[in-house]
């Protein structure tokens, strides 16, 4: 048991929504290992944090800012359009193993302990998947690790009793065939970064190879906006523990910017201190070219940011649609 309650313990470090699932895995400690394994489990998760970063920072971002503003935003908001553009394309696309899980859940409550494990891993896997309420794509692969083994159990049991295999197996054959075709042809024609068909649209390439001929390798740069790839494009590291605002919001919708987990109060001064501990040589402005829907949230909307980039910064160039600002000095 030692080995899951590290893995348990650790993955509270990576994704905020997996907190619900850490307190499902500690449920089954205390139940399969005894209440000694289940605060170890506890013990590891703590530890992991005290030595990485701050639990009182852990909890303000991982706890109350989802659910004071991010999570609840969602929920008030677009459900059904998260629903149909998150969770439909990701059950579609991965049919078969939910529908072999679901041919299994009627013996659920009669199967042998290992096995239900596995469905409360599932259970709660998927409850952190939907309780942000934002439905993103990424959120289901928490619960697919343990609904691949559902229905692996499921597909073997089936074939091992079934009077016409060869039928199961073209079945499963087909449903594993036709999503994997689907996604290549659809990748041949998609480009991910600016979610467009064909050329990207705006063009992002342009904007990102002048700050990398514009700029030294050890140098830094800030991008506003919600454009991270900037950063990778360019091969510039960020001059701000931020590399993206107002992540998960309906910003075409021009959503409170109060409603972002990333855009609160507290934000501003960390920024200041990271902007006087690494000066980015550029600050790229991604929301004159509405990159990624971050046309209505201009610098000038936020006060602080603004007066930061004015002290030191000015406009030198506007490239694609971005607006570039050079340090007026040293």
Not at 8 to 24: I, N
Not at 76 to 99: D, R, T
Not at 110 to 135: C, D, I, K, M, P
Not at 249 to 267: H, I, Q, Y
Request: proline fraction near 7%.
């Amino acid at each position: 048991m030692i080995g899951p309650a590290i893995l348990t313990a650790l993955e509270l470090l990576f994704l905020s929504s997996t907190t619900l699932l850490a307190v499902g895995v500690g449920w089954l400690f205390l139940r399969r290992g005894g209440l000694w394994e289940a605060l170890g489990a506890l013990a590891l998760g703590l530890l992991a944090v005290w030595l990485t970063s701050s639990p009182a920072d852990m909890w303000h971002w991982c706890v109350d800012r989802l659910v004071s503003s991010y999570g609840a935003s969602a929920w008030h908001g677009s459900v059904a359009h998260n629903v149909a553009v998150g969770l439909l394309p990701y059950v579609a696309s991965s049919l078969l193993v939910w529908i072999a899980a679901a041919s299994a859940a009627p013996r659920a409550i009669w199967t042998g302990a290992a096995e239900r494990v596995v469905w409360v891993w599932f259970g709660v896997s998927l409850a952190s998947s939907f309780a942000g309420g934002h439905f993103f794509g990424h959120y289901f692969i928490q619960p697919l690790a343990p609904l691949a083994v559902l229905a692996a159990v499921e597909i073997d049991r089936r074939l091992s009793t079934s009077t016409r295999p060869g039928r199961l197996r073209a079945a499963v054959a087909t449903l594993t065939l036709l999503p994997a075709l689907g996604f290549f042809v659809f990748n041949l024609v998609f480009e991910p970064i600016s979610e467009s068909f064909g050329a990207p649209a705006p063009d992002f390439r342009v904007p990102s190879e002048w700050v990398r001929t514009h700029t030294e390798p050890d140098e830094r740069i800030f991008v506003w906006g919600n454009f991270p790839p900037i950063y990778v494009l360019t091969d510039r590291l960020p001059a701000s523990r931020f590399v993206g605002f107002m992540r998960g919001s309906e910003r075409s919708k021009n959503v409170a910017p109060e409603t972002g987990w990333d855009m609160g109060p507290e934000v501003w001064p960390a920024l200041e201190a990271d902007f006087a501990a690494h000066p980015p040589a550029l600050v790229v402005d991604t929301s004159t070219a509405n990159l990624s829907d971050f046309g209505f949230y201009p610098m000038s909307r936020f006060p602080r940011l603004a007066a930061l980039v004015a002290r030191d910064y000015q406009p030198i160039a506007v490239v694609g649609g971005v607006t570039m600002y050079g340090r007026t000095r040293r």
